[in-house]
Nanobody, 131 residues
Framework: QFQLVESGGGLVQPGGSLRLSCEAP????????ISWFRQAPGKEREGVSC????????YYADSVKGRFTISRDSAKNTVYLQMNSLKPEDTAVYYC????????????????????????WGQGARVAVST
């Protein structure tokens, strides 16, 4: 069964950095575009970033452009989200996700693609940005 697992969350001060990882134990992330979403308390889940498989195209929400970087390492079967210059408003649970219908391509409407269209999710990694 295809399962996604996030790691790397934690507590960090404003201006700090964290790197999240998304893995698929026992499976491969190859041929899937992988997206990162986040959900802050009391808010709707929102798209953060996406990386396609074949050409590595990347997409970012405006709120994280220039601060977050998504990448993938096929040899390690891992997708990363490097988060720099973190702000308190980045506090959320971060999820990696895949959509079996879109396969290797990010949604053309990302980050506005409804999260309910994705059928594979990790359990989430909690990120807290606070003094």
């Amino acid at each position: 069964q295809f399962q996604l697992v996030e790691s790397g969350g934690g507590l960090v001060q404003p201006g700090g950095s964290l790197r999240l990882s998304c893995e698929a134990p026992g499976s491969t992330l190859d041929y899937f575009a992988i997206s990162w979403f986040r959900q802050a308390p009391g808010k709707e889940r929102e798209g953060v970033s996406c990386i396609s498989y074949y050409d590595g195209s990347t997409y970012y929400a405006d709120s994280v452009k220039g601060r977050f970087t998504i990448s993938r390492d096929s040899a390690k079967n891992t997708v990363y989200l490097q988060m720099n210059s973190l702000k308190p408003e980045d506090t959320a649970v971060y999820y990696c996700a895949a959509d079996s219908r879109r396969g290797s391509h990010c949604s053309a409407s990302f980050p506005f693609t409804p999260w309910v269209e994705y059928d594979y999710w990790g359990q989430g990694a909690r990120v807290a940005v606070s003094t």
